[in-house]
């Protein structure tokens, strides 16, 4: 009988088509594979994309519109990828995203408390939670519990006066008579956002007290964290009590993480210098406590030779070691940085104890990854990015195969030893100081130029003389014999400071720029994190977005005019490109919000100084050039009342109208009117008057995220 051999089913395996190109497919397979072990260090990254793009987009529709999206992005790429490396690698990385959105969604609403609706004054009673104070600014800074008030918020933080407070104790009852405000929103684009904050923290209004604070009952029995606060504050004024001025202010911040002590002058030549990042307890610090605690540990215990011959002294030493991580972090205050560096801590003691290699990226990555699911509101703080940066550089730079192989240890004379360790403490400086640079000044609109070659000497001087004589003035002080290290410690910090002020003083030490697009950032930071993580050749695609979010961010020009939320201060860039200011009695604080934003640090003259100004009691006019135009600006500086028609032709006469009041409907500028109504639904503006005139307001930046005012009804016509 014949057979149909040809109709006989087929045993081979059956290859799915894709809807992508097959040598297109093999390429991205072939370089995942190349990057196989590099894969797991997105996880971490797909999950801060997520919680960023919360923050970075308006509202509720575009945030379901990202998860929407990176989900069907997802499902796509297994689509397009199925079974292969790649298009499992972009799922996950998809849905990592997706989750990162959600999940940030979900702690934003979690953590929501009733907030203050307006400025009030208040008497209450209230259990103080949490007590800082700030001897740099006489102030003594509570964070207080109401108590039988239901029309105030649950957390509310108050500044008292130092002379009116000094009894006060965490834990305490208090009487006191305060006026409270909402928590202020950013003042202007670009600043910092309180508001963003306190809505995580849960503080739903602050304030300042009037008059002496009174305690109805001394401190009650304190749970393990306000304990820890306590004695966080002791330690604290012990050591700013046994050095004074900026010098026990740093000994301070270096034992608890408290800088509240540090002078301004001292804490501004600092962050001039590139020196800011000693203060904030984090990688640095933890690896030199932990590290001394490892070595004395093992020394001490190798005396004994029954020891050494029954047991692995070294995990012994590194229990030791990771005690006193933990310790010290929950001492410091349980910081972001603090946390990050000791959750590597211990991943790097339990490397130690398995005999694996301890410092990796993917250790750098755990670390991050944690951090995110416990504290996602964490991600858009400098905080996290300045830690997270810094150890990614210098990692990502001491794991390239060609720096590994310049700094490896060989046999070779003292000289060539010290010669390579001094390139290696250099090259991890550049390396760390180019990783920060787009991250300070997107933050704070400055950055040191000089950090590098200060930090040469300012890290070993912290790790390995101001720290260890430190932690001997303080072991000492049980004795009270500490009173030799105290003055040992002082002559360093001293001396810390003094290479502080003298790379501040340098010529062209900072480099100033204006509020940056935050697209202009995620751009550098997404190119950067692509040079860092992969290891092929591919890796120098990164270049592309990094350069043109840097020369995106170079060609952002300058605002000609920035006004606060509250309509109270303007500052107007006038023709020789200085700043001058509308309200000559403005605060410090004004007017160094003002003047970073807009990438200056010159001083600022007043506007009615000012040749292209003319002011009387009242108001302010003035001519702006800019754009091959001029533009006219009137703005109000007082309270008094302003008769009708001179008011109405001079709207009339102007382009743009500033005023802290609610202007009449007859006051028509021939642009923009930003009085109080339109400043309560738009926040601070920054006003760029070039060819193609543009408004940045805080509202855009903010969005309707849930710490956002809430825009004023439109008034009836």
Avoid at 59 to 66: D, L, N, Q, T
Avoid at 541 to 550: C, F, H, K, N, T
């Amino acid at each position: 009988m014949a057979t149909n051999e040809w109709r006989a089913p087929s045993i081979g395996f059956w290859r799915r088509q894709t809807p992508l190109p097959d040598h297109m497919s093999e390429r991205l397979e072939a370089l995942f594979e190349a990057e196989r072990d590099q894969l797991p260090l997105w996880l971490p990254v797909a999950l801060g994309l997520g919680v960023g793009a919360w923050f970075a987009l308006p509202g509720e529709r575009s945030w379901w519109a990202f998860v929407a999206g990176a989900g069907a992005l997802a499902f796509a790429a297994l689509a397009a990828g199925w079974g292969t490396r790649w298009g499992r690698a972009l799922a996950i990385f998809c849905f990592a995203a997706a989750s990162g959105c959600g999940l940030i969604w979900w702690k934003a609403e979690q953590v929501a408390a009733p907030r203050l609706e307006r400025a009030r004054m208040a008497e209450f009673t209230g259990r103080v939670e949490s007590l800082q104070r700030l001897p740099a600014k006489e102030t003594v800074r509570l964070v207080v519990r109401p108590l039988g008030t239901p029309d105030l918020p649950p957390r509310i933080r108050i500044n008292v006066d130092e002379d009116k407070g000094g009894a006060v104790a965490a834990g305490a009852t208090i009487s006191l008579r305060a006026w409270l405000m909402p928590p202020p929103p950013m003042a202007v684009p670009g600043a910092y956002d309180f508001s963003r904050a306190a809505w995580f923290q849960g503080i739903g209004g602050t304030g300042r007290a009037l008059g002496e604070v009174k305690v109805i009952a001394p401190a009650q029995e304190l749970g393990w964290s306000a304990r820890i606060a306590a004695a966080r504050q002791r330690l604290a004024d012990h050591a700013r009590s046994r050095l004074q001025g900026g010098a026990g202010g740093i000994a301070a911040a270096l034992a608890t993480g408290d800088q509240a002590g540090i002078p301004e002058e001292d804490a501004e030549a600092l962050r001039r210098s590139g020196l800011a990042h000693l203060l904030s307890v984090s990688g640095l610090h933890l690896t030199a406590v932990v590290g001394a605690v490892m070595l004395l540990t093992l020394k001490l215990l190798a005396l004994s030779p029954a020891l050494a011959l029954r047991f692995r002294l070294v995990l012994v030493a590194a229990a030791a070691g990771a005690l006193a991580g933990v310790a010290y972090t929950l001492l410091t205050g349980a910081e972001v940085p603090t946390v990050r560096a000791c959750i590597a801590s211990l991943l790097i003691l339990l490397g130690i104890a398995l005999g694996r290699e301890a410092l990796t990226l993917r250790l750098v990555a755990t670390g991050a990854l944690i951090v995110l699911l416990l504290w996602p509101e964490s991600l858009p703080g400098p905080s996290f990015q300045l830690s997270f940066a810094a150890i990614v550089a210098i990692v990502a730079l001491h794991e390239h195969p060609r720096i590994k192989t310049l700094l490896a240890r060989r046999d070779e004379g003292l000289p060539r030893k010290i010669g390579r360790g001094l390139l290696a403490l250099v090259l991890t400086g550049l390396a760390v100081e180019l990783a920060l640079m787009p991250i300070a000044l997107f933050h704070f609109h400055r950055s040191g130029l000089y950090g590098a070659a200060a930090n040469i000497v300012a890290i070993p001087l912290t790790t390995f003389v101001i720290m260890p004589l430190e932690a001997l003035a303080l072991l000492f002080d049980i004795g009270g014999i500490g009173a030799p290290f105290w003055w040992a410690a002082g002559a360093a910090l001293k001396f810390l400071l003094g290479l502080a002020h003298a790379t501040a003083a340098a010529p062209g030490a900072v480099a100033m720029l204006p509020d940056m697009p935050p697209a202009a950032f995620g751009l550098m930071v997404g190119g950067g994190l692509w040079i860092a993580l992969w290891r092929t050749r591919w890796r120098r695609w990164g270049l592309v977005p990094l350069a043109a979010g840097a020369l995106w961010a170079l060609a952002t020009p300058p605002p000609d005019l920035i006004v606060t939320g509250d309509g109270r201060h303007l500052a107007l860039r006038t023709p020789s490109g200085e700043l001058a200011i509308l309200r000559g009695r403005a605060g410090d604080y004004v007017r160094s919000m003002l003047s970073e934003t807009s990438g200056s640090e010159a001083e600022m003259p007043d506007l009615e100084a000012m040749p292209n100004a003319r002011c009387n009691r009242d108001t302010c006019m003035a001519d702006i050039a800019s754009g091959g135009r001029s533009w006219r600006l009137l703005a109000t500086r007082s309270r008094h009342m302003i008769d009708f028609e001179p008011l109405k032709r001079a709207c009339a006469a102007a382009d743009i109208v500033v005023s802290d009041r609610r202007l009449p409907r007859t006051c028509v500028p021939r642009w923009l009117k930003a009085d109080r109504f339109f400043l309560a639904r738009s926040g601070g503006l920054s006003i760029s008057l070039g060819e193609r005139p543009r408004v940045v307001t805080v509202r855009e930046r903010v969005g309707d995220h849930p710490w956002a005012e809430r825009p004023v009804k439109a008034r009836k016509n």
